[in-house]
């Protein structure tokens, strides 16, 4: 397993590259160009910048989250060709500076999605937290309003720019089924992987989170037989999944460990971090202590170390602790704990398999 941490970049982040060299165990950095906008392609002098900046700190940018997918991509328009080829010519700079694994979801509209991003929890920390009813009989307009009237909201998808558009692309989403997704993220698949084999690249996508549709948008990427499908879809270890724990696993009937199991050999990047799931549906986020969730945290990386997993892996969000002031999910503090938390359990497990191995020699 080889510990990885998300770094929004220089400016963007209030982690540094020399607090995250300093994490136990960790060798690189998650990373993108955060303010290119999905169907842009990436400026190589820019690629190249933050390579420099995370070598100079000792740390390695193989993991790459997200290169974004337009939306004309999802929506299967005529115009998507022309940002498949911009995709296309991204992913082939990052195979330059030697970037092996991209992390890309296909959710249409909204990336990951919350309701309360600083949710006061009884020992004093915040979390990110989700009220279902407020996603699934939300009329979209009232959305958009209460969205722009909130300036507290600031989300992945949520971006002025595009909120602008908000209510437009809600419209083109309208008559658009989960079959239609299926056949634009085949149509897609079939372009880009092509491309990522022979540059030597697996690309994994991420599950949607929440996995099930939100504000009456389909999603996909929501379930195991889902994602079996989806690596039927175009079949070749270069169409890969982020086993991410904490999205799958706000859905109490997603055995992650089943999926672990199943899929191994194409999970290159995993995200493990936990949640507590409530009966209405409502969840929150909770350190990565297996008994603080729902999510069965050690038994997850149990499966990992027994499939002899050796792709990468980072922490997800964490809570907001020790005052800490920071990116909605992504602070320092209880990501770096979570880290310990997850070496723990490994460390455990490999001394284990290690001693049983001596005994069986002896
Ligand atoms: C949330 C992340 C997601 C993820 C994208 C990948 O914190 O896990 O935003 O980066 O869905 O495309």
Known sequence: MRMVFRWFGEGNDTVSLEQIRQIPGVEGIVWALHDC???EEWPMDRIMNVRDQALRAGLHTEVVESVNVHEDIKL?????????EKYVRTIEKLAQVGVKVICYNFMPVFDWVRTDLHKRMDDGSTALFYEKVKTTDTDPSELVKSIMNN????????????????????????????EDLWRNLGYFLDAIIPVAERCGIQMAIHPDDPPWPIFGLPRIMTSQANLRRFLQLHDSPANGITLCSGSLGANPSNDIIAMIHEFAERIPFTHIRNVR?????????????????????????????????????????????????????????????????????????????QQSEKRNLS
């Open 37 to 39: 906008l999905a169907g």
């Open 76 to 84: 299967g328009l005529p115009t998507r060709d022309l940002y498949i």
């Open 151 to 178: 300036s507290d909201l600031s989300m992945p998808g949520w971006e002025p720019e595009r909120l602008a558009h908000l209510t437009a692309l809600f419209e083109s989403y309208r008559d658009v089924t989960e």
């Open 277 to 353: 799931v409530y009966d209405n549906g409502d969840f929150i986020e909770t350190s990565h202590r297996a008994q603080d969730g729902t999510v069965d945290i050690t038994g997850i990386v149990k499966a990992y170390h027994n499939v002899n997993f050796a792709g990468y892996c980072r922490p997800d969000h964490g809570r907001h602790i020790w005052d800490e002031e920071c990116r909605p999910g992504y602070g320092l503090y209880d990501r770096a704990l979570g880290i310990m938390y997850l070496w723990g359990a490994w460390d455990t497990l490999e001394r284990t398999k």
